[in-house]
């Protein structure tokens, strides 16, 4: 089956009920491929929220490739250029899908398109103090998102990967918590700590695939022992945790680079119908 995106003659629309609201999936203008990637921008609806959109794949891809969701640092977007780096490397060196979207008033669900980085900051801690349905209403968006890039009109079911850290870890890991789809996930950049500190505890003892943890060792945003913490809270058989020299953004290359061989290993085994041990 050749999936619909593969021509940018078809614009699929897709549209379903869950449990609580209305959703629909839309293309936004034609893709472009670059080097064997194909990028497209969409736009799914839940409800009154807008969501806006990427997915990498491999040109001319067979159905069903592997899938890894990427979520995006606090006053980032879903374009940032380590998310794209990583999102075509997946695509390029491993043949899989990569999807990512704006967090909430992040990106594209900003009228200013989150180009003030301070404001979204400032909007972001806000919301994060004061709004308790902003993970919930994440996690909802993040899984009507994978209902829909698993249709079979666009890349149908396949294994399915996260990769998150900081804000990624904030909202991403009560979605690999409530995702049986998720098989395998990187997080970090992250400790029980902040406003939902309660709700992370509680999420990673409902978090048992394989994780990668990720902690910078001089973090002045999330201390190392709050994130000790949490990778001690993940109910993971199988999880690592590395640790490198630095503030929080000083991540080091060789990082990405590990989480995309985590990942890739994970996903090539629950591809071929293994387990992941």
């Not at 990427?70 to 879903?78: D, I, M, Q």
């Not at 990512?100 to 994060?128: K, N």
């Not at 994978?146 to 890991?173: C, F, K, N, R, Y």
Request: net charge neutral.
């Amino acid at each position: 089956m050749t999936p619909l995106w593969s021509s940018s003659r078809h614009r699929p629309r897709w549209r379903t009920r869950d449990r609580f609201a209305e959703v629909s999936f839309d293309w936004v203008g034609d893709g472009v491929t670059a080097k064997g990637v194909t990028e497209r921008r969409f736009d799914l609806v839940r409800a009154t929220r807008r969501i806006p959109g990427l997915v990498w794949m491999p040109e001319g891809t067979p159905h069903a490739p592997p899938l890894v969701l990427l979520g995006h640092g606090g006053t980032a977007h879903k374009r940032q250029d380590y998310i794209v780096g990583l999102a075509r490397r997946l695509v390029r060196h491993h043949g899989f899908a990569a999807a990512a979207i704006d967090g909430p008033v992040h990106g594209e669900r900003r009228d200013d398109g989150g180009s003030d980085s301070v404001a979204v900051g400032a909007d972001f801690t806000r919301m994060w103090r004061e709004d308790p349905t902003m993970t919930d209403e994440m996690v909802a968006d993040w899984r009507a998102v994978l209902d829909a890039l698993q249709s079979p009109a666009v890349l149908g079911s396949a294994p399915v990967g996260w990769w998150g850290l900081s804000m990624g870890t904030i909202l991403g890991l009560p979605v690999v918590a409530a995702e049986p789809r998720i098989s395998v996930a990187v997080l970090g950049l992250m400790g029980i700590a902040g406003p939902t500190k309660s709700r992370l505890g509680h999420d990673a003892a409902l978090v048992r695939c394989p994780v990668l943890f990720l902690v910078q060792w001089d973090d002045e945003l999330f201390p190392r022992d709050r994130a000790f913490e949490l990778f001690s809270a993940l109910d993971a058989r199988d999880k690592r945790l590395h640790a490198n020299p630095g503030s929080h953004v000083e991540v080091p290359e060789e990082e990405f680079r590990a989480s995309e061989q985590f990942l890739a290993r994970t996903l090539a085994v629950r591809a071929r119908g293994g387990s992941d041990g």
